[in-house]
């Protein structure tokens, strides 16, 4: 016999729809995966497409939700805003937003922005995965890997700083778009983290990142030169961005020494053997229990304080 | 009155097609420009395309045609290959191929091959306008900027080495593919190498070339929160790659302090301006003028040694 639900956690990005029923525990009881993210929603509707994902997990009338990523970005179910950091990450919660047409209360928590010319960012996902990080008082370097890598500076709960670099879709770009395709294949794998070709390429842009943009020709000419095998060719493209990648964070951050890496899978492998590679000890946190948790703890902050009090 | 023909001069890159009919003191009599580029001349064929261009301008049967660029890659009319470097200036227009299935005499120059697993890398067309900068004895370093921009040494007539930076075709990718177009407009321009945000996008590659990929994202959370116009972004986005670019050929080439800039028209002025704010000095060699003075003196040594003798 499972718990009730308490509470429905959706975790809305721009291609990607995940929705939790948890109990009072936190500990699910139910569990749906969708393709349809942000960018194909608008059709049917945000609410609609929750009210589907929830009835077929059976989950009762009137069971709260909360939200966190691009459903609450411009284009979105309804714009959530951003907190500003520095940002206390106790505080995500009562900034959120309540999102319009729905048949039962549901909040949308609000991305971080980082303001100002020096060097200006956002976040909207992320910083609930932080949230869910459950980071210890203290001084915290955070790595969230992906299409979109960030970079987390937390002190005793509060966001200082963070930055945002391009890696996955860099890759994607260059596999798929640019001259270097012709050396990647089809359907390009970057392989294990142990491959020769991505270690080397990985040690290559620690030592010299500011020849990035040069390193990645080097990869065009290897295909015409020596036949570099495909799979090589996408191994090196990895390692050189994603070498680029901690060396620019690393320099953003001399003192960090240890990294949270925030990731699940083989994102997680690949990073950890990375950040490893680079001479940082690696904390590592599953990112699909973090968005859960920190969902969670939102949640029951917002709905649930009555019943827990 | 001009005076007659002794050559056609082609420059056939992927894109364009460029031919010259110039005398026997290398003035240009007649000239067409094409968008007939390597790419698209497989319909049609190159002899033909050749010979349509050659009829307009009246050039006499048998008039030998000296070829450099694309139409020597391996999907182009010939495959012309390459001169491994260490590479003596003088000694590439002997390595030339003739093309089949011409009506007249036609050579096409080999490209510059740098093999090894260092830094492998190619060149098919800068080459020949190298050889038109026609650079003194002594040791050189040359910057021939655009999609795929090359750095080259020289030293008494002799490429040592040479590295690629995809400065252009990264430009191009991330305006119109990435999510950065969001920020960029429909039609970037990177404006003037005076506009305050390419100096600073400049200024802050240069220090810091680490962090290209994370001060790429900046540039569309800048158009998120604070509406950077798309001029700015787009400028941004050029002072960041071309710094980028120039602190990786700096890095190295640690002996770099003159370069000798191979370019024409904006180009030119923006990389003289880059070049200059990263404490180089310049001296700049129209692009246009150097590759016709190159094939000029490839053709001078392959067709009219005897005439010249």
Known sequence: MTSPAVLAAVDWGTSNLRVWLLDEAG??????????GMSSAGGKGFA?????????????????AIVCGMAGARQGWVEAGYLDVPARIADFAQAATTAPGARRPVRILPGLAQRGAEHPD?????????????????AHFVCMPGTHS???????????????AMTGELFHL????????????ETPDAGTPKAPAFQKALRDALAN????????FAIRAGGLLDNVPSEDAAATLSGLLIGAEIAGAKSAAPAMHVVTLVASGGMAKRY???LGTAGLLVNLV????????????????LFLSGASA
């Not at 976040?123 to 210890?136: D, H, I, N, V």
């Not at 001259?179 to 990647?184: E, G, N, P, W």
């Open 286 to 301: 599953d990112a699909d229990d973090a968005v859960r948790k920190g969902l969670f703890e939102a949640g029951r902050r």
């Open 27 to 36: 500990d699910v009881v139910g569990e749906r995966k969708s393709g349809e």
């Open 122 to 138: 956002v976040m909207r996902g992320e910083e609930t995965q932080l949230a869910g990080a459950e980071l210890a008082e203290g």
């Open 48 to 64: 609609a497409i929750l009210e589907e994902h929830l009835a077929a997990l059976g989950a009762p009338e009137g069971l709260p």
């Open 150 to 164: 960030k970079w987390v500076a937390v002190e005793d709960g509060v966001v200082t700083g963070f930055r945002t």
């Open 209 to 216: 990142p500011e020849r990035l943009t040069s390193a990645l």
């Open 174 to 185: 260059l596999a798929s778009h640019s001259i270097l395709r012709h050396s990647l294949g």
């Open 272 to 274: 950890a053997a990375a």
